[in-house]
Structures are given as C-alpha cells and as structure tokens.
C-alpha cells in the first residue's frame, strides 16, 4: 500500500509478559493519552511488572522525573483528576494543587481556578497567599471581639462566599474546624 520495497521493522520473539509490557510502554508513547490516564499506565507498568521509576522512565524514554511528576497526580482526588483529564486544568495547576495539603481546600482552589480561568502563576500567588495565611502562628494574631482570628474569618466569609453556604470556623488553641 506504501509502495515501498522495504520498511523499517524488527521482530522480536517474546513471552506473554514481556509482549504485555512492550504493548503498555508503546502505547505510552504513541497515544494521544491526558496526562491521569499517562500517570495511571506508568503506574500499571511499574506494578505489573515490578519495575521502578527508573526502570520505568528508562523502558519508556523519559526521565525518571518526568515519571515521578506523572505518577503524583495519582495523588489528586477523582474529582480533580476528572477535570484534568478533560482538559479543565493543566499539569501545571495539578502540581501547584498538589502543594495544597488540605483536599477540601485542595477542591475549592481547583474549582477556583476553572471557574475564575486563573493561570498556573495566579494559582501559585493565591495558595501561598492562603498558606502564609494558615501558617501565621496564632500566639502572634489578636482575636476579634467574638474570639475568631481576624484573618480566619476573612478566609471563612471567602469560602462562604464561593460555596454560597454558612460556614463556621472553631478554633482550638493553633488547631480548629
């Protein structure tokens, strides 16, 4: 159908299992796979093959990083993952989330960043906005008349504003809910 007289190919004799593994990092690097779906095929040939991130990065032609960076989207709730896999966010936003340890926070910033379009760079500046808000240690805050950290009830009023429902916060010495 090519015309052609002779094609570039190399034919191998392998197992079940080493014909698997070939099929799986192929398919690695020639699909159009979003980046939850590439996480979740490096992850799949690690486990079923009992390979490391090296080994990993090495069978496939990528850098070991480049596998550790993919497999920590697995990190992200399903919610998130979704959105990444459709587009709705970029890696780029999934690695800035990934420095936000708190998932319910973690959710509100990546619906955040659809809905508001903000760019990995803004998501950057409001989560550390948000973490040197958090990080402020409570022995050095003066409390509001009604006993709430003033900077915690401008985060408590943010959040309720954006889930358009009341939101408590209860302090507990430098914890709370």
Known sequence: LLKLKKIPARIMETGDASSAALALIENLQRE?????????????????FDLTQEDTAER???????????????QLSSE???YLGRGLL????????????DSTLRGLMARRIIEEGLSVREAENQIRRLKTRSSTQGTNRQKSATGVDPELDSLRKEIETHLRAPVQVKQSGEKGK
């Open 32 to 48: 159009q796979l979003n980046p939850v779906e590439e996480a979740l095929g490096y992850a799949s040939l690690m486990k079923d």
């Open 60 to 74: 496939v032609g990528k850098g070991r990083t480049t596998i550790a960076n993919s497999l920590r989207l697995l």
């Open 80 to 82: 998130i993952q979704g």
């Open 90 to 101: 970029s890696t780029g936003h999934a690695k800035v989330l990934l420095g936000v340890e």
